[in-house]
């Protein structure tokens, strides 16, 4: 079991696929030992104005709005996608997507995985409150700070905090023996393998 914190300067600045925008890598794993690609990226990116959104064939994207009013996607089928703050959305990644922001620009916390080799769920958590944290057998927890600070504690004593924008990851089989301590909002995303 194994817990690192990310900070803002270890976040990887790239473009966006469609080379519209850019995003914050903020981790990955699960590499393809053959070709290289990530099993699972976790990402932001601001989103300041209406435009497509990336295509990912084979890939899961579970988008998160963290600042902002949201956006709604236009799906080539004709149906709407309501990306709210706050809440978890599950958006099809193989076909092209057209967003129109409500007002101001946003910011998407982005969850991504390879199909048929990892799923993920995140959940939004405010406090104060303390939660006992697992990780499903070669999974990964990470906690995103997104207000305040947060904190692991492991029960041999040990600390770990986190500040807005900062991630913890732990990594391991099982129970991770951990208490989530959550002083104001964090997104807590669980990656697991297939």
Request: hydrophobic content about 35%.
């Amino acid at each position: 079991m194994s817990v690192c914190k990310i900070t803002p300067d270890d976040h990887i600045v790239m473009p966006w696929k469609n080379g519209e925008g850019t995003t914050r890598q903020i981790a990955t794993g699960g590499n393809d030992p053959d070709t290289g690609d990530w099993g699972w990226r976790v990402s932001i990116a601001a989103v300041e104005r209406d435009g497509a959104y990336s295509e990912f064939p084979g890939v899961d994207r579970l988008t998160t709005v963290v600042v902002g009013n949201g956006t709604d996607l236009f799906h080539p089928d004709g149906s709407t996608i309501a990306l709210n703050p706050f809440q978890p959305t599950l958006i099809p990644s193989d076909v092209a997507l057209w967003g129109f922001l409500r007002d101001e620009p946003i910011v998407n916390l982005n969850v991504m995985t390879r199909q048929g080799r990892y799923t993920a769920t995140a959940e939004i958590m405010d406090g104060p409150q303390e939660r006992t944290v697992e990780t499903a057998p070669s999974g990964v927890l990470l906690v995103y700070g997104l207000g305040g600070k947060c904190s692991l504690q492991s029960d041999g004593g040990d600390t770990v905090a986190a500040a807005e924008g900062e991630t913890l990851v732990i990594e391991g089989k099982g129970c991770s023996g951990f208490t989530l301590i959550i002083e104001a909002r964090v997104a807590n995303i669980s990656i697991r393998h297939d």
